[in-house]
């Protein structure tokens, strides 16, 4: 028996309809033995997702058992750290290190990389979108699109800069001030190297940078930070001007780097659900909010 799909849907609800019938038991049984072909090949996960024309062909039992494929076998899936998931959006959290997304050069261990590893155990047509980055030596929450729709209301939000990003940075020594804004206009060059300059200047893009010392003592400030825009280095430039570099980022003038790492991370990450259209927000650990003076020496 075979039937073609007029309209996106999962599998189960369509075998649902093609054997009126039957149990769900007895459909899950069909799929687990292998029996339930789309397009031709055998899918064995009931939350398969189908589109218009696919063709969805039942087999008898001894069939299946031929197209049965080699038992592959089991890929090491990468870690990740996992601080919510639905089916509309996947939020994990970025390691300190790792590249969101591949460059030119077509790194294969990536952040989206890795997230598009750990979907497909789900479905093989299975898909993350890129919605925003983060530097590679930035840590912290990232919020990935498992389709095309939910990524451009997304993408939307940010570009409407009604998202709500918050950051931590350990910076050297710390500002004079407890709490502060600074407003600025960046532009980088080819070689993704950022510079200060005046708002005139072709191609420079204005940077809203809104910080608050947290906590301070006589060596580092642990500084919470809100950003308006997401300008390359934004966060990064801000405390330099500031007379305070961040922790390891010896770029813009940090002295120090003694947990061979930038102390940046991306500590919170708010928007409308673009589904229920209701605010959520994801926050996560501060990795470096506790280290003392000795872990810093």
Not at 63 to 92: M, T, Y
Not at 201 to 209: F, Q, V
Request: with cysteine; hydrophobic share 35%.
């Amino acid at each position: 028996m075979k039937s073609n799909v007029e309209e996106e849907s999962f599998l189960l609800p369509t075998l649902a309809l093609m054997f009126p019938q039957s149990t769900k038991t007895k459909l899950r049984k069909m799929l687990t033995g292998g029996r339930v072909l789309v397009n031709g090949t055998p899918v064995y996960k009931a939350k398969e997702l189908l589109f218009s024309g696919d063709e969805v062909r039942i087999i008898n039992h001894a069939d299946a058992i031929k197209k049965s494929p080699p038992p592959k076998p089991k890929k090491q899936l990468s870690k990740l750290k996992i601080l919510f998931e639905d089916d509309f959006i996947l939020v994990v959290e970025k390691p300190a290190g790792l590249l969101s997304v591949a460059t030119d050069k077509l790194e294969n261990d990536t952040l989206h990389s890795r997230c598009v590893d750990y979907v497909k155990r789900e479905s093989e047509r299975a898909w993350c979108h890129i919605v925003h980055r983060l530097d590679r030596d930035t840590s912290g929450v990232m919020v990935f699109a498992k389709n095309h729709e939910i990524k451009e209301r997304l993408q939307t939000q940010f570009a409407q800069r009604d998202v709500e990003r918050v950051y931590h940075a350990l910076v050297e020594g710390g500002p004079e001030k407890s709490e502060g804004m600074d407003s600025s206009w960046l532009v980088e060059d080819k070689h993704l190297h950022v510079k200060r300059v005046k708002s005139t200047y072709k191609g420079s893009k204005e940077s809203i940078t809104h910080w608050r010392v947290e906590d301070r003592d006589e060596f580092v400030s642990l500084i919470e930070i809100k950003i308006e825009t997401g300008r390359r280095h934004q966060i990064r430039m801000a405390m330099q001007f500031l007379g305070c570099p961040i922790v390891g980022d010896t770029v813009h003038g940090a002295s120090t780097n003694p947990l061979n790492r930038i102390c940046l991370h991306a500590s919170a990450l708010g928007f409308m659900h673009p589904s229920s259209n209701k605010f959520v927000l994801y926050d996560s650990n501060v990795p470096f909010a506790n280290r003392n003076k000795n872990d810093l020496g």
